[in-house]
């Protein structure tokens, strides 16, 4: 394994280093020398995403301002990251998938009490962003459990980091939080009041995890689980919500065990989850082979309501309830119907086929060509079968290879329901929808590829959008060596174990790729062990904080991260 040091740093040693070309006009002229004389700068990685810069104080200062430069398609553009610093220090925090940011050059003014900046640093960059990513691992011992695979299933509920449980017992979910240092630890406040146990007590694993609500007060989740004990044969989704409860005579919110809807683990019930995210009312289910050609149910936990309906049609339903989406009466008996589903708004339901056929029927039939069913909820529905009304089918474009190109594998929406992606692993391709609000309709406007070709990578097996428009995509199958940024195609090096890499994206307001801001972060940190990085991903709400889960990593917590001694034992990377 070779590890990149991809990201040199240039420590400002006067106005002269590193090079000028461009940058802020500030006034050069003896006085202004004689007034100032010099800004060195001098920048040092912590653990968790902070960068603290260090500088000289300069005679005649009132306050410094730190700028940046952006290196977009048409010009070199800058932006003041910080204004009116006082002091000669800054944490500078990154939103590392801004891997454009994370590398740009610097600079860092030196201003009187006028705000007339008189002398300036030379630009530098940032070096060995690789420490700031956050690491978490499981809290076990290595001892008590064979196969933990954290970080399978990942959520945020604020600023919560919740992951799948991790061990063999009957839990379900834990929730880390973020401490001084950035780093991410069992929230021990919270360990007892969001303990929860499955149903029946057997043990179980969840492999996805969906959440709503805005703090831990109207917490409500979601998490799908397959039995880990021989003889089980059901898979739940446990949902839970927090509830007041007494602690020795002191109410207390508690996450407690709401319902738990369960299904043969034949018909893969639960096997992708959604919820509209913070204001959400509603847990869609998917379970791809049920009754042959999948099937999607939804459990709602806030009342439904119609206000547009005629009064002999349905003003409202009242809360929990659960439901069936009606699927097409034409999908192909393989199709895998529910095999990805996203929301928004609780208005807007993507529902994935990756095996459906198209052009059913016809000589020109494309088996498992895959299919995306785009549904909104009815204003006026006279019954329950009519709650959710199918309005578009996205396929692929002409011009692509269709059969078996996994078209619906994965599907994300973003918060205004108005842009899905859809991957189509089979190709290595994400395909974009934007909807016309005035004409009413669904268009494709982009297909986005991975930053370097190589075939086979599965790109689009799984996506995530935040919600200021970065897109991180996996691809599980990519071959690149050694772990860390690239934000060029020409530093990825074919040679790697195979553990994936996860491509990241910045979309342009409208939704289409940002050619100028993209880059690659590749797993291979532990050689020869398939770490299955980017297995699960998902942006903090409101952020551009990425986790990304690694369940095959192989180190024990009490050990280096480069430690291969615990198979299986997994970890959950935070950019």
């Keep these: 394994m070779t590890k990149k040091l991809l990201l040199p740093l240039c420590i400002a040693v006067g106005l002269s280093a590193c090079g000028s070309g461009g940058g802020s006009d500030v006034s050069s002229t003896p006085a202004a020398q004689e007034k100032g004389k010099f800004v060195t700068v001098t920048p040092a990685v912590q653990k968790g995403g902070a960068i603290a810069l260090s500088w000289n104080q300069v005679s005649g200062a009132d306050h410094y301002k730190l700028l940046r430069y952006r290196q977009t398609r048409q ?20 939103d590392l998938v801004d891997m454009d940011a994370a590398t740009a050059d610097y600079e860092l003014l030196a201003c009187d ?14 070096e060995n962003l690789e420490q700031a990513i956050g690491k978490v691992k499981t809290n076990l011992n290595r001892y008590d459990s064979d196969r933990v695979r954290f970080g399978s299933a990942v959520a945020w509920q604020q600023d919560y980091l919740v992951t799948n449980i991790t061990d063999d017992s009957n839990g379900i979910v834990q929730l880390y939080s973020a401490q001084g240092d950035g780093q991410y630890q069992i929230d021990e406040s919270l360990l007892r009041k969001s303990y929860l ?4 007590r057997h043990a179980t694993r969840a492999n996805s995890i969906v959440t709503a609500g805005s703090s831990f007060d109207d917490f409500f989740l979601a998490a799908a689980t397959l039995p880990s004990e021989q003889g089980k044969d059901e898979a739940f989704v446990y949902m839970a919500k927090t509830m007041d409860t007494m602690n020795n005579g002191n109410p207390e919110r508690w996450l407690q065990g709401h319902t738990a809807p369960r299904g043969p683990v034949s018909d893969s019930y639960g096997a992708a989850l959604a919820s509209s995210g913070e204001d959400g009312g509603m847990i869609m289910m998917g379970h791809p082979t049920k009754n042959t050609s999948g099937e999607v149910s939804y459990y709602f936990f806030k009342d439904l309501s119609f206000p547009a309906a005629p009064e002999q049609y349905m003003k409202s339903i009242s809360s929990p309830g659960e439901f069936k989406v009606n699927r097409p009466n034409d999908l192909a008996a393989d199709a895998k119907f529910g095999a990805s589903v996203a929301i928004a708004k609780d208005e807007v339901l993507v529902v994935g086929a990756p095996m459906d056929s198209l052009l059913k029927g016809s000589a020109s039939e494309i088996k498992h060509g895959g299919a995306v069913y785009v549904y909104r909820k009815a204003l006026a529905p006279r019954n329950y079968n009519e709650i959710w009304q199918l309005e578009t089918v996205l396929t692929l474009p002409d011009g692509y290879s269709k059969e078996n190109s996994g078209f619906g594998s994965s599907v994300v929406i973003n918060k205004a329901a108005n842009l899905v992606l859809v991957g189509a692993p089979g190709i290595d391709r994400v395909l974009t929808y934007k909807y016309d609000e005035q004409r009413g309709f669904w268009s494709e406007i982009d297909a986005i590829t991975p930053v370097k070709a190589s075939a086979g990578q599965k790109f689009g097996s799984q996506l995530a959008l935040s919600d200021k428009g970065f897109l991180a995509v996996s691809a599980p199958s990519a ?28 979309l342009n307001d409208y939704g289409n790729r940002n050619y100028a801001w993209e880059g690659a972060i590749t797993g291979d940190s532990v050689s020869g062990v398939n770490e299955e990085f980017g297995a699960s991903l998902k942006f903090k709400p409101g952020t551009n904080t990425l986790a990304v889960g690694a369940p095959g990593h192989p180190s024990d917590p009490t050990l280096d991260w480069s430690d291969r001694s615990w198979p299986n034992a997994g970890a959950v990377y935070i950019y």
Excluded at 113 to 126: E, G, H, M, P, V
């Design 75 to 94: 010009r070199l553009t800058d932006e003041v990251v910080a204004t009116h610093v006082t002091g000669t220090s800054l944490n500078l925090v990154l």
């Design 197 to 200: 146990r499955t149903a029946d």
């Design 479 to 506: 071959p690149w060596r050694g772990f860390g940024f690239h934000t060029s195609a020409d530093t990825l090096e074919r040679g790697g174990d195979l553990d994936g890499a996860v491509y990241i994206y910045r």
């Design 113 to 126: 009490s006028s705000d007339y900046c008189f002398t300036k640093s030379a630009k530098f960059r940032l």
